[in-house]
Each structure stands twice: as C-alpha cells, then as structure tokens.
C-alpha cells in the first residue's frame, strides 16, 4: 500500500515537473550559457548577458542628433565624458573580475 502511494506521489510530481518545463521552454522563460571559472571568456560572457538581462546602462539619457542640438561641442563633450565613465566602470569590473579569478585560482 505504502508503494502505491510513493508511485502516485511520484506521477504527480512527474507530471508537475513536465509541465513546468514546457512552460518554460514556450515562453523562452530559462538559457542557459557555458560557464567555466577558469576561462575569462565564459565570465564575461555570462556578465555581459547578465547586464543585458538587468537592462543595465538603459536608464541613461539618449543623445541628441546634432541637428537639434544648438552646440555640437556640448554634446560631442557629454558624449566624450559617457564613453569614459562607461570605459571606467568597465575597466573596474574587469579588475573585479580578475581579481576574484586570481582569488579563485589560488584557492584550487
């Protein structure tokens, strides 16, 4: 008796599990990328689809075509002035990066 109960409770969740997949699998709900500690280009990878995923950067102003800009230097300035902030932010998330790969490395 205990060993049919055990198989009903296993269809269900067999069931319950299946379904849940196809949600998922219709809808494009769940990826799944390559990831290896010990390569860069897995890490990065997986950073730049996660930057994607959060919308990151997608909150910063559009700029203005310069023709309905009234000074092209302002903003050829304030384009400048985004492009190294963004390179900044970049060039410390790889130090980030690589300093935890070291930490990791070190460990093993």
Known sequence: ?????????????KLLTSSIAQL??????????????????SVE???AHV???????EDK???EPSKWNK???????FSYNQQKEMLETIQETEQKVNQQYTDITDID
């Open 1 to 13: 008796m205990e060993n049919e109960s055990k198989e009903d409770d296993n269809d269900k969740h």
């Open 24 to 41: 998922l699998k219709s809808y494009n709900m769940v990826s799944f990328l390559p990831y290896s500690k010990n390569d860069i280009d």
């Open 45 to 47: 990878m997986v950073l």
């Open 51 to 57: 930057d994607h995923a959060i919308q990151y950067g």
């Open 61 to 63: 102003e559009p700029l």
């Open 71 to 77: 000074d092209a230097d302002d903003q050829q300035e």
